[in-house]
């Protein structure tokens, strides 16, 4: 049902169109050279593996939908150090083919990974019932077309090229949920008193983290003068009106710094983060409240923080309510679509989840 009403002057539903464009420049951010595996963004966290015709169990599974196999085993391989997920004794391959197969440091993920297929059910099989495997296989297929040399063109053109993922992933920082801040009077002035509240602590912790982490990597030169600060832009829809959100050059530069640092595994993780809450702020407070990395914690996540027990760090939960704060609002407001907002949050937890335990 649609429903009337004002906001700051504004009818509602021309805020709703609004909102509607701002999110539409969101969605654009994953066009351009990414277009290999956009259908997979749809309902990110989805078992929807690339299309091909290269045999594996995870390719054979997204086109049944049935299962075909008895056993599941998870076990260490002493010659390659890694734990391998078998189904019927042979060892499960991603999308393009390569062992499934995860390093010593993933182990818990492995037995995970083992745990999807082995209570998956008889009957037909969702296409969202292997989240981790999903986000996994994706993982080692970066990695293993990334290796050696000069990667496959054809295998590459299946899941984007790491450079044009980080590029693509940073044009979320310019249309951030988080920093757009809606005008004073809606909801009778609540949803600007909470974003207020949760948004802006949050610019000023990574401001200070993008600072510092430049300032840690001084012999690169990412600040123009030593005593300069990050500042990040953001829209107020109070004042700004309709104007497009853009990060200086410096800023991007050192936010690509900082991607061009991440081991793969932690690079999907932040994907699947980013493209679920439409935040590169969500994203990355994702990976820094999961990585267990010791030195990937020190160098690359808390880099402005001085000991562990002042570490950043947010739950699951309060990430979902950062990235989704407007649609908490609008269910409080005009209640809860059936099969819509339910589901949405499923989506959300089930993603953020499989990210939060791949980067583990």
Not at 43 to 64: C, D, M, Q
Not at 78 to 86: G, H, L, N, P, S
Not at 126 to 147: C, G, Q
Not at 197 to 208: A, G, N, Q, T, V
């Amino acid at each position: 049902m649609l429903r009337f009403g004002r906001v700051g002057g504004i009818p509602r539903v021309f805020n709703v169109t609004v909102r509607s464009f701002v999110y539409t420049s969101r969605v654009l951010a994953t066009d351009g050279s990414m277009n290999a595996f956009i259908p997979k963004m749809k309902t990110p966290g989805e078992l929807s593996f690339v299309e091909n015709n290269i045999p594996s169990e995870t390719n054979r599974l997204s086109k049944s939908m049935t299962k075909f196999w008895e056993t599941v085993d998870t076990e260490y391989n002493e010659t390659t150090k890694q734990y391998d997920v078998k189904l019927d004794g042979k060892t499960l391959k991603t999308p393009l083919g390569f062992p499934l197969s995860l390093p010593e440091s993933k182990k818990e993920m492995a037995y995970l990974i083992g745990h999807e297929w082995a209570n998956l059910p008889d009957l037909k099989i969702k296409t969202n019932s292997l989240p981790l495997t999903s986000i996994t296989a994706r993982a080692i297929d970066l990695m293993s077309i990334n290796k050696d040399g000069e990667p496959n063109n054809e295998l590459i053109s299946k899941v984007g090229k790491l450079e044009d993922i980080k590029l693509n992933l940073l044009r979320y920082f310019d249309t951030d949920t988080c920093l757009i801040f809606t005008t004073l009077e809606e909801y009778d002035g609540k949803l600007r008193s909470r974003q207020n509240e949760l948004y802006l602590p949050l610019i000023e912790e990574f401001e200070d983290f993008f600072t510092k982490y430049a300032q840690s990597n001084e012999p690169q030169k990412l600040l123009p003068s030593s005593d300069y600060k990050v500042k990040l832009n953001y829209l107020d829809c109070e004042t700004d009106g309709l104007r497009g959100n853009t990060q200086a050059i410096t800023t991007q530069n050192i936010v690509l710094h900082w991607l061009n640092q991440l081991p793969i595994y932690d690079l999907v993780a932040l994907e699947k983060a980013i493209l679920t809450s439409k935040s590169f702020l969500c994203g990355i407070s994702l990976l820094r409240s999961n990585a267990a990395n010791p030195d990937n914690v020190k160098n690359l996540y808390q880099v402005n923080k001085s000991h562990p027990n002042s570490h950043y760090f947010k739950s699951i939960d309060e990430i979902i309510e950062l990235g989704n704060l407007e649609s908490i609002f609008q269910t409080e407001e005009w209640g809860e679509v059936e099969d819509t907002h339910d589901v949405d949050k499923a989506d959300w937890s089930r993603n953020l989840s499989s990210a939060a335990l791949l980067c583990h």
